[in-house]
């Protein structure tokens, strides 16, 4: 069975600072990797799906990475906004399904 | 491209009552997801689509909960009945293919038992 592990559980960074958000899986044979914003109250948001043949995916401040023989990856957020702050969630895509870490919740301070 | 929809918003019920929640995924999507997602948790998987038929139902309560696909388009989940750990949000997704390829969520039903 697949477990996902998000660590830290929450971050709060002053504003201008760079995310680093990390996710790890415990089997390696994934087809994909998707990364989620959820905001209280609402649904989640897909940011960037990382196929199993990359190793990373770019869009705007974010980046994010893929390393499936260590079964990690990392979502990258540059120069933090107060709008960043969100629950990011990291699911992994194996057989037919996602499978979800707890998230990272961040808090980015004016 | 209009997103995954799904009503109500919110539902509050008394323990032992019914509920149904809806969901229509985006046009031509053939996987439709529901998922769980108690209050501090990730999202857990209860029952995956594919156009009409069941991929995956192993951690649906199948005492209490339901679910059902119209036609390979919309869907609805119903819990009857009730119990207070049933208090969580409900996911529901949609995705163009069965295996690996984006899924995209609806703005979820939080549903409140008390």
């Known amino acids: 069975k697949q477990e996902v592990t998000q660590i830290p559980a929450a971050l709060s960074v002053p504003e201008g600072e760079n995310l680093v958000l990390n996710c790890s899986f415990t089997d390696s044979a994934i087809y994909n990797l998707q990364w989620f914003r959820q905001d209280p109250g609402k649904g989640l948001t897909s940011l960037l799906l990382?196929?199993?043949?990359?190793r990373e995916q770019t869009s705007g401040r974010l980046n994010a990475s893929l390393d499936k023989s260590s079964g990690r990856s990392t979502l990258y957020i540059a120069a933090s906004q107060p709008g960043d702050s969100a629950t990011y969630l990291c699911a992994v895509i194996d057989d037919y399904k996602l499978s979800f870490g707890a998230g990272t919740t961040v808090t980015v301070r004016a | 491209e209009a997103g995954v929809a799904q009503s109500p918003r919110y539902k509050i019920i008394e323990k032992r009552q019914s509920v149904a929640f809806w969901c229509n995924p985006i046009?031509?999507?053939?996987?439709l997801y529901w998922y769980q997602q108690i209050l501090g948790q990730g999202p857990k998987l209860l029952i995956q689509?594919?156009?009409?038929?069941?991929?995956?139902d192993s951690q649906l309560p199948k005492d209490r909960f339901s679910a059902e696909r119209l036609k390979g388009v919309d869907s609805t989940l119903k819990i009857q009945p009730a119990k207070l750990e049933d208090s969580a949000v409900y996911l529901c997704?949609?995705?163009?293919?069965?295996?690996?390829?984006?899924?995209?969520f609806g703005q979820g039903t939080r549903l409140t038992v008390v």
């Open positions: 046009s031509g999507h053939a996987t």
């Open positions: 990382i196929q199993s043949s990359q």
């Open positions: 689509f594919q156009n009409n038929g069941v991929v995956d």
């Open positions: 997704a949609s995705s163009l293919q069965e295996v690996g390829t984006e899924a995209f």
